[in-house]
């Protein structure tokens, strides 16, 4: 059988510097943003994606604290998989929204492993190549932003 993972080069766009940011409600700190990139050639229906997984200094965030933004809309990262009228395009961010209570000022070692399928890499009947999009940053986060 063929390779089942194919890891991607171009990790810069994937964590966004610019969209690491305090989250605020009414001016009290409830969490992070982080903007997500994908780094594929080609957008892809959120139902492809089969890993979103963040970790901040170590700690994996679970998936409850997650929302993800994308296109005006609003999902739980479990509700991605449904997902299939939902595209991504390549120069779209997902606002990743992350409802922990907000993160100390300053650095942070940011992980996201991000897997998907690609619907272009079709092995066999239900069996897709699968796209390893995962990356790791040093990030400074910024102000925090009124959640809207």
């Not at 009290?28 to 994908?38: S, T």
């Not at 929302?67 to 606002?95: R, S, V």
């Not at 897997?115 to 190549?129: A, D, L, N």
């Amino acid at each position: 059988m063929p390779t089942q993972y194919m890891k991607l080069g171009f990790e810069e766009r994937v964590l966004r510097p610019d969209g690491f940011y305090h989250l605020l409600l009414n001016g009290k700190k409830v969490g992070f943003n982080l903007d997500l990139r994908i780094n594929y050639y080609r957008g892809m229906q959120l139902s492809t994606v089969e890993t979103l997984k963040v970790t901040v200094d170590g700690m994996e965030i679970p998936s409850g604290l997650m929302m993800a933004q994308l296109n005006g809309k609003c999902f739980g990262t479990d509700e991605l998989k449904q997902m299939y009228q939902e595209y991504w395009g390549i120069k779209d961010p997902m606002h990743l929204r992350i409802f922990n209570g907000g993160l100390p000022d300053g650095e942070h070692e940011v992980s996201v492993k991000l897997i998907f399928k690609s619907p272009y890499m079709k092995f066999t009947e239900g069996v897709y190549g699968l796209v390893d999009g995962s990356c790791s940053k040093r990030l400074t986060i910024a102000e925090g932003r009124e959640f809207a």
